[in-house]
């Protein structure tokens, strides 16, 4: 079933709805799966995924408190502002309740010339990657 949208002489236009139960998964935050993120231990932390973005999080910390103490912003939203990034954004990454997407990322990065997103240390082209190999080495 669905919601009526429109109608002509002989066409109609139905609204697709889905149930409640319909969609993908609703993902965890950090700061559901870690009591205390982002002051939670690395050790803690076991997925690698929530590793690398725990490491985001506290660059982004890192960054924000450099440019504090450097007088070049006056606060996180005055930083926000600068970076061309929502502050909730801002506030839903820094506590974990959130996640930024890659814009967001991109954006900060550019802005303060300075690395958030932990990026690969060191690539292996002729080794293929764990996830798409068919056998283990």
């Not at 050790?43 to 985001?56: A, G, S, W």
């Amino acid at each position: 079933m669905g919601k009526l949208l429109a109608t002509t002489d002989d066409k109609v236009a139905v609204m697709a709805t889905r149930g409640p139960d319909a969609g993908r998964t609703k993902r965890l935050t950090l700061a559901d799966k870690y009591p205390g993120f982002p002051f939670a231990e690395g050790e803690e932390i076991t997925d690698p995924l929530d590793k690398k973005f725990l490491y985001t999080v506290r660059a982004l910390e890192g960054v924000i408190e450099e440019f504090l103490e450097k007088g070049w912003i006056d606060s996180v939203r005055d930083f926000a502002r600068k970076a061309g990034v929502s502050n909730s954004v801002l506030i839903s990454t820094r506590s974990g309740s959130g996640y930024p997407d890659g814009v967001t990322i991109a954006k900060i990065e550019n802005a303060t010339q300075r690395p958030i997103w932990k990026h690969q240390n060191k690539l292996r082209p002729d080794i293929c990657p764990v996830a798409f190999r068919d056998e283990p080495l």
